[in-house]
């Protein structure tokens, strides 16, 4: 077994590695400048919680076998700086995740958009036809207890993403893995503080298809031109096959698989289209389709993905992860699809560097058409702590193009805003990544 020590041990995946490799028999230390919930007290039940906050080169072991590096670190980290000038092995989580999984059949999942949802409804599916797996996945998932597994398992499943790997690695994550297999979902322009060009941003699925081995088998979304145009690009080596939606139907609000009469509990148009290029998969692996179907009338997805907080009373409450321009759209449209004829009002946190940038805003044009009100909440203080160009409101009206809009940016009156906004709403959304300026959702859902 190892010494291992992981720089920013705190992060969603990262504690999850940290917890994986504990449960592996490896000895593991970390650090991190924060802290937070669920990583505390997961952490904490398994006695691998740094003692301080904070970075310190002292508490690397001295006999550490190598370190793991979270994205959260920076290139001056001191732990870092400490591990490059001692010739410490480093590893970028993707790099070690790649290094462990190297000898596995590897399934990727790619795009930038339903790559959380479509890797665990391939974890729910391969585990309800017993097959035998390790996993990456970005979001906590019923019936499996981390984010992450490392065994003998003879498949992988890895949520693919196209961000930077650590402080020193630049390339996107998923350059790392070099799969069998490959489902790319769909390209638009996201993380604007690496990619701050649509054309960079495309560059890296450029790249990922690029690096592919000669066969690979690749699954796309047929319907998403940038796709097509780099399939078209490199279909000469790969052995590519377009997917599009499953033969569903909506019957008083229940989504239907049409085929096995099977009803799902996730719903959306772009579900579907998650389901179908998993169930694609599912077929080049000779597996059993009509089980795998029905196996997903209990996937009720990940966690904080079209999540109901509330139905009672004449009002659904929900929460959702969306928060880019394309997963609004598309987590939007499903609900409209889901309740055509009901009020929506949704509540958006502007949250994330991108939808922060005032050069990025204008990619949310028209974003709002499905729903019927509208607040969109930002915290000038993290547009500060970010360096980024002040914003108003003005800046985010015009943005989104929507007359029914409200724009808050206090966090003191948010719930007063909502209740009277939404106060004739059948269904209210909460979507974003943040912490919606610190409420308490389920309470607040529970006063509608």
């Keep these: 077994m190892s010494k291992i020590h992981l720089i920013a041990i705190g992060g969603a995946v990262m504690h999850n590695v940290a917890l994986a490799l504990h449960q592996n028999g490896h000895e593991v230390s970390g650090s991190d400048d924060q802290i937070y919930e669920p990583a505390y007290s997961r952490l904490l039940a398994k006695g691998i919680l740094p003692s301080n906050e904070g970075w310190n080169p002292e508490s690397i072991p001295k006999d550490v076998d190598f370190v793991i590096l979270g994205m959260h670190a920076k290139k001056d980290n001191p732990e870092l700086l400490h591990c490059l000038t001692h010739g410490i092995k480093v590893y970028s989580f993707p790099e070690y995740v ?10 990727v999942v790619a795009g930038s958009h339903g790559k959380t949802t479509t890797t665990s409804i391939l974890m729910h599916i391969l585990r309800s036809l017993n097959q035998k797996f390790d996993y990456l996945v970005g979001a906590q998932l019923n019936g499996f207890d981390n984010m992450v597994s490392f065994s003998d398992a003879p498949l992988a499943v890895i949520e693919g993403d196209e961000y930077l790997s650590s402080a020193i690695d630049l390339r996107p994550k998923f350059l790392h893995y070099h799969p069998q297999m490959l489902i790319l979902t769909g390209i638009a322009w996201d993380h604007y503080n690496v990619f701050p060009t649509y054309e960079k941003y495309v560059s890296a699925f ?20 940038e ?10 080596k790969l052995d590519a096959e377009p997917y599009f939606e499953i033969d569903y139907s909506v019957v008083n609000g229940d989504y239907i698989e049409k085929t096995t009469d099977t009803v799902l509990k ?8 998650n389901i179908s290029a998993s169930l694609d998969l599912i077929d080049a692996m000779n597996l059993n389709r009509v089980e795998a179907i ?14 109901e907080l509330i139905n009672s009373n004449g009002k659904k409450v929900f929460r959702d992860f969306a928060h880019a321009p394309s997963k609004l759209r598309a987590t939007l449209d499903a609900f409209r699809e889901k309740f055509p004829n009901e009020n929506i ?42 360096k980024l160009e002040r914003i108003d409101h003005e800046d985010i009206q015009n943005a989104f193009g929507f007359t029914a809009l409200t724009v808050c940016s206090d966090s003191a009156i948010l719930t007063e805003v909502i209740q009277r906004k939404f106060s004739d709403c059948d269904v209210i959304l909460f979507l974003g990544s943040g912490n919606f300026g610190g409420m308490d959702l389920s309470k607040l859902a529970a006063e509608f």
């Design 98 to 107: 790649a290094e462990s999984y190297k000898t596995k059949t590897k399934i």
């Design 227 to 236: 796709l097509v145009r780099l399939i078209e690009k490199y279909g000469n």
């Design 206 to 225: 450029d790249n990922l298809l690029d690096s592919l081995a000669l066969g690979t088998k690749v699954f796309y979304y047929g319907r998403d031109k």
């Design 266 to 273: 996730l719903f959306g148009r772009h579900n579907m289209q």
């Design 345 to 386: 009002g949704a509540f958006i946190e502007l949250h994330t560097y991108s939808s922060l940038n005032k050069d990025f805003l204008p990619e949310y044009k028209d974003s709002l058409v499905n729903v019927s009100k509208a607040i969109v909440y930002y915290d000038q203080r993290a547009i500060e702590v970010k």
């Design 294 to 307: 029905k196996s997903l009338s209990s996937f009720v997805g990940a966690a904080k993905r079209q999540e």
